[in-house]
């Protein structure tokens, strides 16, 4: 090709023109490296700028706005720049364990400086593409010496992190590499950054040691981090991303793309301005003279450069809605690309609003793809890809590449119009189930590219259709039972008095057991509460919801543990196992003037409005109040963290102030830090010890109404495991669930005033 070149002169050899030498302030040597973003834009890891400031490596202090000095070894070894530190993404350990100096892998770990000019050429972005498993890859050390490059290859990628394996030959990764790039040789592009490397013990040496493995963290992971911390700037994305790859052409497809070439684009003008526009998506120089390839190079750069011939057909659509004989041959030319590796199914523009738009509902909903994924295509194997039921947002691109290839839609289409890709209909079940604004986003980024391909408005309309009843489906309904205990001073401990109701078809509630008898063993209020169940007439097949109203100081009494398993029974049978087991407590609610309509306010927009994380960080009970109060007056879950005293501290707040889901752990000791995320995060991080299953997987995954079931999901594996990690509680107070009238009656008119 001669009209279409690459952006620079030629592909770059290796990434030194990128190289940064970060200095350490005290003896000037080399603490580390980094890698040139664009602009004024330098990244390395954290503990490199802690190596610099000589303090501890993995320490999680931010140093606030410091000055450091780099260089840039493909200038000159003595010119020194001051960079700024604009963002600090601490280490920290992973999901599920601690971390410490000796520590071999951890996550987070970045650092974002900023110089006060931009450095001159040579000096200049790299490009970069997504980290697989297989990549040859190539280190420098942080001084850019010619011979301290390091031949590694990424053996095995997971979780955004590869682990890097070299020879026995030439150099190995060490200190002074962390920070620096990887850099693909196959494919002129860096993959990630060097993080660490994991050494032998200190001790005689053994056939049985890891030998020269090291780790870095893929490109995906970085973005991903940088994006969440805000560390990127949105002008600066495009130059992050790696020019589309250059394949393999067939040449029969290419001749065959000619014809419809021709009829598009025979006027040369016309050719000029879309192969213009088409080579800045692609990150290609093109001359600016007026001049325009030839139909046959073109045909060349579209059979053989990925996202090519979706990125014209992207800027020719528009300009075909009224021309039938032009969508003709542009759909020919689009089947003609489905015969090469090259064209994949989405632009290059497409391609990445739909991947900042996924792996955004992905961080706050790991879950939803796979569920989303499984009901949009009932009847294939979902790709392996999406065999985890929980995706992190570093696979999303797999996921995306994955879904790009599959066949449309098998049902029937109008006027023999091409069929809905697979893709589109996994973001249409996306979309629908994610609701509000990005709903709407999803919705309108997958009209326009269906609208692109030449599908017709009433295959898409189907298919929105089926995504909306889905995410409007509900479990079978159960039957509903309302329980109420209480005790009297001279009761024996452990028992309480039991009133049991059952919930008739129309809401009304009919007492099952008078709470006037003798006091009751929690073994025997289970077995009475599997009889109420079993002998309601008229529900449903699914799971009985069983509503226990509790008095303020029995919030953390271990219903859902209390076995209703018969004598002459094998297998045990947890309350919370068999049934929906939700606490209430109205009597606390009741103390509050407003608070049955801040009850139904909250339960109104549960579905929208962001949890809250009440752990030691809010300041306890008057913080908590205040932020119940201003930024989440309409949060309806609240996941309170900590030791017993701060949960008797923090529960009757949420109850009082009307939030309707609140979730705690039992077994929660409190300790420093807590065990979570802060509140906008949308997660718990209740983590388990002794390989028990997580409480925070019961959290942030699926729809909000559907946690009961979750939980009982979640119950049934930790019961089974034995471990006892974690121990959950969830008051479900639905506002649209009736109390008795003896319960709503329960309550001393003195307690309305009662401070809390």
Not at 248 to 254: A, F, L, M
Not at 396 to 425: F, I, M
Not at 510 to 518: C, K, L, N, Q
């Amino acid at each position: 090709m001669t009209w279409f070149a690459a952006a620079q002169d030629g592909p770059a050899a290796d990434a030194r023109s990128a190289l940064v030498q970060v200095l350490s302030k005290r003896q000037g040597r080399t603490a580390g490296a980094g890698v040139y973003l664009s602009g004024r834009s330098l990244l390395t890891c954290a503990h490199v700028v802690n190596a610099a400031l000589g303090v501890r490596l993995l320490s999680t202090q931010d140093p606030g706005s410091i000055v450091v000095d780099v260089a840039f070894p493909v200038l000159s070894a003595t010119r020194t720049w001051r960079a700024r530190l604009t963002a600090w993404i601490p280490p920290r350990p992973q999901r599920y364990g601690a971390m410490g100096d000796d520590s071999l892998k951890w996550e987070g770990d970045l650092a974002v400086l900023e110089l006060d000019e931009e450095p001159p050429p040579p000096v200049g972005p790299v490009r970069w593409l997504e980290m697989t498993s297989g990549q040859d890859v190539r280190a420098w050390y942080g001084g850019g010496q010619t011979f301290s490059y390091a031949d590694v290859r990424v053996a095995a990628y997971e979780d955004g992190v590869g682990y890097l394996d070299g020879q026995l030959s030439g150099a190995s990764i060490g200190e002074g590499y962390s920070g620096g790039p990887l850099w693909s040789m196959d494919h002129g592009a860096a993959v990630g950054l060097v993080m660490g490397r994991i050494a032998a013990p200190d001790a005689a040496f053994s056939a049985q040691h890891t030998v020269r493995r090291s780790w870095g963290l893929g490109w995906q992971s970085v973005l991903a981090e940088l994006r969440r911390a805000g560390a990127v700037p949105e002008k600066h994305l495009d130059a992050l991303w790696a020019r589309p790859a250059v394949l393999d052409v067939d040449e029969s497809v290419r001749d065959m793309m000619v014809g419809p070439l021709h009829t598009l684009l025979g006027d040369p003008g016309a050719r000029s301005a879309h192969a213009g526009e088409l080579a800045a998506q692609l990150r290609l120089r093109a001359p600016v003279d007026g001049t325009a390839p030839s139909v046959e190079e073109l045909a060349q750069l579209l059979s053989g450069t990925e996202r090519a011939l979706p990125t014209l057909a992207e800027s020719l659509a528009p300009k075909l809605a009224d021309d039938p004989r032009g969508r003709g041959e542009l759909d020919r030319l689009l089947a003609l690309g489905r015969l090469t590796d090259a064209a994949r199914l989405l632009s290059v523009a497409e391609h990445r609003t739909l991947l900042a738009k996924v792996e955004h509902v992905v961080r706050h909903d790991p879950g939803l793809l796979h569920r989303a994924a499984t009901a949009a295509l009932p009847y294939v194997d979902l790709p392996q890809s999406l065999q985890a039921a929980r995706l992190a947002p570093s696979a999303v691109p797999g996921v995306l590449r994955e879904l790009e290839t599959w066949y449309g839609d098998g049902s029937p289409v109008p006027e023999e119009t091409p069929r809905l890709p697979a893709l589109l209909r996994v973001v249409e079940y996306v979309a629908a189930e994610t609701g509000g604004m990005a709903c709407q986003a999803l919705q309108e980024w997958s009209r326009r590219v269906a609208t692109r391909l030449g599908v017709h408005p009433s295959a898409l309309h189907e298919r929105r259709a089926d995504a909306e009843r889905w995410s409007r489906r509900t479990a079978p309904a159960g039957a509903r039972i309302l329980v109420e205990l209480d005790r009297y001073a001279k009761d024996p401990a452990d028992h309480y008095r039991c009133s049991v109701w059952r919930l008739r078809p129309d809401g009304t509630a009919a007492r099952a057991v008078t709470g006037s008898e003798r006091p009751l063993t929690g073994r025997e209020i289970a077995r009475l509460i599997r009889e109420v169940a079993g002998g309601v007439d008229g529900t449903g097949d699914g799971v009985a919801l069983v509503a226990v109203s509790v008095p303020p100081d029995g919030l953390e009494l271990p219903v859902d543990e209390w076995d209703g398993a018969g004598a002459d029974e094998v297998i045990p049978a947890p309350l919370g196992e068999d049934f929906h087991l939700v606490l209430r407590c109205p009597k606390l609610r009741m103390r509050s003037r407003t608070g049955v309509s801040d009850l139904k306010r909250r339960w109104k927009v549960r579905t929208q409005s962001p949890p809250l994380l009440a752990d030691h960080t809010v300041g306890g009970r008057a913080g908590l109040i205040g932020l119940l109060k201003t930024t989440h007056r309409d949060s309806a879950r609240v996941f309170v963290q900590g030791g017993a005293e701060q949960r008797g501290e923090l529960l009757p707040v949420c109850l009082v102030m009307g939030v309707p889901i609140v979730l705690w752990d039992r077994e929660d000791r409190g300790g420093p830090g807590g065990r979570g995320n802060r509140a906008d995060d949308g997660a718990c991080g209740a983590a388990g010890s002794g390989g028990g299953p997580r409480l925070d997987a019961v959290v942030p995954e699926g729809p909000v109404d559907g946690l009961p079931e979750r939980l009982r999901h979640f119950r049934v594996r930790a019961y089974a495991h034995g471990a006892e990690s974690q121990r959950p509680a969830l008051v479900w107070e639905d506002a649209e669930l009736p109390l008795p009238d003896e319960l709503q009656l329960a309550d001393p008119s003195e307690g309305t005033e009662q401070a809390i």
